[in-house]
């Protein structure tokens, strides 16, 4: 069977011009990707595509945080029951873990950061497909209790705390920094975390903390201290330079 990939990415690259107007490290999720991908191949030659069922729910996966996101519009509409289909909807914590699902047609769609939804087309050689890109623009660098972040050039020599190694995240941050004149590898150290809610609570036990952090977890992490503030959005960011550079 065919399967559909529903890509919403929270972090794209692409995520600029509306806004300014959630993780495994890629390398684990590739890894499962190629794990699963040659018996997949071996099996889909003899399969024809088929239609997903009426009467059986629509099996989802999402990433917990903002990738899942554009999902709560859909969930809602099944709620009030304006929705045409049901919906089995499974929040998992990295996307290697959903990857191999998804590769054996044990879920219908899933939610997944665009570079793996790419390398998963090239690896199934189009089995599975992107069929719909959410930007949402929700990447910000937030700093605990102070105001000395006014711009990129003030991260140099600042450790930033952050989630998304391999993802979408690590590339925004690693692009606007380069852009900025930043070495990302020798002007800055930037730890990575699995998931944001490590990124909360370690800045939660650091003294003046800078972290990337996307949405809802900023505003969560806000509610809890008060002294965190957003120094920058990423998204506008991104898109002012895009623009510099044209």
């Known amino acids: 069977m065919k399967k559909i990939l529903s890509l919403l990415l929270a972090f794209s690259l692409a995520l600029s011009l509306a806004a300014c107007g959630g993780s495994a490290s890629s390398a684990a999720s590739s890894a499962a990707v190629s794990e699963v991908a040659s018996s997949a191949a071996a099996s889909e030659e003899e399969e024809t595509a088929a239609p997903l069922s009426a009467t059986e729910p629509l099996r989802i996966a999402g990433l917990k945080g903002p990738t899942t996101m554009g999902l709560v519009n859909l969930l809602s509409m099944e709620a009030d029951g304006t929705a045409a289909m049901d919906y089995d909807l499974q929040l998992y914590g990295a996307a ?14 899933a939610a997944i950061p665009a ?8 690896k199934t050689e189009g089995g599975i497909q992107a069929v719909a890109v959410n930007t949402l ?10 105001d000395t972040i006014q711009s990129m050039a003030d991260l140099a020599g600042r450790t930033i705390l952050s989630t998304g190694k391999g993802t979408t995240p690590e590339y925004v941050l690693r692009y606007l920094l380069n852009a900025n004149g930043i070495d990302p590898d020798k002007d800055v150290t ?21 972290a990337v952090l996307p949405q809802p977890y900023v505003t969560a992490a806000g509610l809890q ?5 957003v120094a920058l959005d990423l998204t506008c960011l991104l898109y002012t330079s895009d623009a510099a550079d044209d």
């Open 96 to 109: 290697d873990e959903i990857v191999p699902l998804l590769m054996k047609g044990e879920l219908d769609m």
């Open 115 to 122: 570079n793996l939804a790419a390398t998963l087309y090239q």
């Open 137 to 146: 623009g929700v990447l910000y660098v937030v700093e605990k209790g102070g």
């Open 190 to 210: 930037i730890e990575y975390y699995s998931e944001a809610t490590e990124v909360t609570a370690q800045m939660a036990n650091t003294e003046d903390a800078i």
């Open 225 to 229: 201290d008060d002294t965190l503030r």
